[in-house]
C-alpha cells in the first residue's frame, strides 16, 4: 500500500511570502498525487493533480506542485501567498486503479499580515 | 464540474440514537463512495469504500455493525451511526469518484455531536 508524509505539520509565513509545503510518498506502484485543502468545518476541495506528463502542475489559486520520482516528492509551492490562504492542507496518493487514496497527516498553513 | 452534497451538516444527537447522513453526487454517477472520519486537527481516516450494489469494504478496525453503510444507486450512498456514544463524535466526510473521474470530490461534511 502507499502512504504519504508531510513533513511540517505547520508553517507559519507573512503575507506575499512564498511557501512551500512538503509532500514525500512511498508506494510500490505507479501512483496519482493529489493535492487537497480544506478551510475549517468544510470538505475537502482539489488544488491540483498529477496523473502522467509534465511534473510540473498548476492548479487552482495560483498554486503549483512538481512531481519529483527519484526523490519520491510531490511539494506545494506559491510564489505569493494571501491571507485567505490559511488553511489545512492535505498530499494523497492513489493507487493507479483510482483506489486506496491515502493522506498526510497535513500541514497547517497559517498566513500573517 | 463534479459536486458532491453531503447532508446534513451538522447534526447532534442523543447518546444511544442512530444518525444517518447522506452523500449525493449531483451531476455524475458515482461508481464508488468513500467515507472518511476526521478528529480534531487529525488527517481523514478511511472508514470504507463502497460500490453501488455492493456490500462496503472496511477498513480494519472500523465496526461494520455500528457503521451501516449502503450504497443503492450511483448517486446516493448513506453512513448510519447506530446506537451513537460521544466518542463516535466527529467530522465524518464523503467522496465520490468515477472510473474516469481520477481523484475525489468531496462532500462537504457532517459535524457529529453525540450527547
Known amino acids: 500500500a502507499q502512504s504519504v508524509t508531510q513533513l511540517d505539520s505547520q508553517v507559519p509565513v507573512f503575507e506575499e511570502a512564498p511557501v512551500e509545503l512538503r509532500c514525500n510518498y512511498s508506494?510500490?506502484?505507479?501512483?496519482?498525487l493529489f493535492w487537497y485543502v480544506q478551510y475549517p468545518n468544510q470538505g475537502l476541495q482539489l488544488l491540483l493533480k498529477y496523473l502522467s506528463g509534465s511534473t510540473l502542475v498548476k492548479g487552482i489559486n495560483g498554486f503549483e506542485a512538481e512531481f519529483n520520482k527519484s526523490q519520491t516528492s510531490f511539494h506545494l509551492r506559491k510564489p505569493s501567498v494571501h491571507i485567505s490562504d490559511t488553511a489545512e492542507y492535505f498530499c494523497a496518493v492513489s493507487d493507479r486503479n483510482n483506489n486506496d487514496m491515502r493522506f498526510g497527516a497535513g500541514t497547517r498553513l497559517t498566513v500573517k499580515p | 464540474g463534479a459536486v458532491v452534497s453531503q447532508h446534513p451538516s451538522r447534526v447532534i444527537c442523543k447518546s444511544g440514537t442512530s444518525v444517518k447522513i447522506e452523500c449525493r453526487s449531483l451531476?455524475?454517477?458515482?461508481?464508488?463512495m468513500f467515507w472518511y472520519r476526521q478528529f480534531p486537527k487529525q488527517s481523514l481516516m478511511l472508514m470504507a469504500t463502497s460500490n453501488e450494489g455492493s456490500k462496503a469494504t472496511y477498513e480494519q478496525g472500523v465496526e461494520k455493525d455500528k457503521f451501516l453503510i449502503n450504497h443503492a444507486s450511483l448517486t446516493l450512498s448513506t453512513l448510519t451511526v447506530t446506537s451513537a456514544h460521544p466518542e463516535d463524535s466527529s467530522f465524518y466526510i464523503c467522496?465520490?469518484?468515477?472510473?474516469?473521474?481520477?481523484?475525489?470530490?468531496f462532500g462537504s461534511g457532517t459535524r457529529l455531536t453525540v450527547v
Open positions: 467522496s465520490a469518484t468515477t472510473a474516469t473521474n481520477y481523484g475525489y470530490t
Open positions: 508506494s510500490s506502484v505507479s501512483v496519482y
Open positions: 451531476d455524475f454517477q458515482a461508481t464508488t
